[in-house]
């Protein structure tokens, strides 16, 4: 079996995520028990909009959170790092209004207050600085306007915990192999999931990138939090994009 890549070996997680592109959304539904659809949900929900608002979904994979916010009335931008999963997007949600984008969601090629929201979903612990990829997120927004996030997190300490690590190291991987035939990408998961910053953390990461009115929420015995916060009213508009990498 392939070793798993370390979090944040960027050119070896995309390679990964190219590689299971086509299981992706199957393994999300069994891993979950059929709960992420309700977790995207709620992330939509977290980030208010105007009538029409401009949405941005970084990280967007196949756009299952593109799809759900389409249905909420948005105007969708999908930005991802991974051309399978860009070309699986676009064929699943052929003849809706989603502008793709391919890009590095620490470099992302838009403006300075260019939307009226951002949304990820099991991004930030597959970036190589959550920090930076927090901030450029709050860049991206006007003043006022929602940030939400989905993503892994290490569970606590008690029963709930240990069964939680449990299903990742043990039970995903599993799943991975026999439903993707790659044990490595889903031993990534688990792997990443334990070095990942626990939910208060990456709450508190959050604020200190910029965002206020932080919170957040466990899902699914704490293995999975929901965070949110909103670029301050007083935070000055940057309006030229981010450097390209060299």
Do not use: K
Not at 10 to 36: C, E
Not at 90 to 118: E, H, I, S, T
């Amino acid at each position: 079996m392939a070793e798993p890549p370390p979090a944040g070996d960027q050119a070896t997680v995309r390679n990964l995520f190219a590689r299971i592109a086509h299981r992706y959304d199957l393994l999300n539904r069994v891993m979950t028990l059929g709960q992420d659809r309700a977790w995207r949900s709620e992330v939509i929900r977290r980030v208010p909009l105007p009538a029409g608002g401009r949405l941005l979904d970084v990280g967007a994979g196949t756009g299952d959170l593109a799809r759900e916010a389409l249905r909420r009335g948005a105007r969708v931008v999908a930005a991802d790092v991974t051309l399978e999963m860009i070309r699986l997007g676009r064929r699943r949600l052929r003849g809706q209004p989603v502008a793709w984008v391919c890009a590095d969601a620490l470099r992302l090629p838009f403006a300075g207050a260019a939307f009226d929201g951002v949304v990820s979903g099991f991004l930030l612990r597959n970036v190589g600085d959550t920090r930076a990829c927090l901030a450029e997120q709050l860049r991206l927004l006007q003043p006022g306007a929602w940030m939400a996030c989905l993503d892994t997190t290490p569970a606590g300490p008690g029963r709930r915990g240990w069964f939680a690590r449990v299903y990742l190291s043990r039970v995903v991987p599993r799943l991975g192999r026999w439903l993707a035939g790659d044990a490595a990408a889903y031993t990534y998961l688990a792997r990443s999931t334990a070095a990942f910053l626990p939910a208060e953390e990456l709450a508190a990461l959050a604020a200190a990138a910029g965002f206020d009115q932080v919170g957040f929420r466990r899902r699914m015995l704490g293995s999975v939090a929901i965070h949110y916060g909103r670029r301050p009213q007083g935070h000055p508009v940057t309006d030229i994009p981010a450097t390209p990498r060299s």
